[in-house]
C-alpha cells in the first residue's frame, strides 16, 4: 500500500455526508470512513473508533506523521469516540481527514480547534507511508 494509493481513495470522497454509523460511499462515520478508504488496499481497520487503542503502536504527538491514526475522547466519554487520519502539515498544524458532523468527510486542522484539542487522546501508528 502506498500513500498515492491512499490519496486516491479519499479524494473523491471529500465533501459527502456524515452519516451516524456510515459505512460506505454516500454517507460515512469516522470510522467508516477510515475503514473503507484502507479496504480499497485491502487492508482491515477496525469497525468502530473505539477499536483503535488496541491496535498499531502508541506514537507521541510531537512524532505524528502522514499516516498515522488521531484518537479523540467521545462527547461524553473518557473512552475514544472520534478517529481521524494525519494527511498532512499546514504551517506546524496536523491536517486530518475526518467524517465529521458539522460538515461530513474534510481535512482540517483540529489543533486550533478546543472541540478537538480538548479531547485528544492519542495516535496511533499501523503503517509507515514515506513521502
Not at 475503514?35 to 505524528?64: C, E, M, N, R
Not at 489543533?111 to 495516535?123: A, E, G, I, K, L
Request: proline share 5%.
Amino acid at each position: 500500500m502506498s500513500w498515492p494509493e491512499v490519496i486516491a481513495a479519499y479524494e473523491p470522497l471529500l465533501g459527502q455526508s456524515y452519516q451516524s454509523a456510515g459505512k460506505k460511499p454516500g454517507g460515512f462515520d469516522c470510522s467508516g470512513l477510515l475503514q473503507w478508504v484502507f479496504a480499497q488496499q485491502g487492508a482491515t481497520l477496525p469497525a468502530s473508533s473505539k477499536g483503535y487503542p488496541s491496535i498499531g503502536k502508541s506514537v507521541h504527538l510531537d512524532s505524528v506523521q502522514v499516516g498515522d491514526f488521531i484518537l479523540f475522547s467521545g462527547r461524553n466519554a473518557r473512552e475514544v469516540g472520534h478517529v481521524g487520519l494525519c494527511v498532512g502539515f499546514d504551517n506546524g498544524y496536523i491536517l486530518m481527514l475526518h467524517s465529521a458532523t458539522h460538515s461530513g468527510v474534510l481535512i482540517e486542522p483540529w489543533q486550533n480547534q478546543s472541540y478537538y484539542t480538548q479531547r485528544f487522546m492519542s495516535v496511533k501508528r499501523l503503517y509507515l507511508f514515506t513521502q
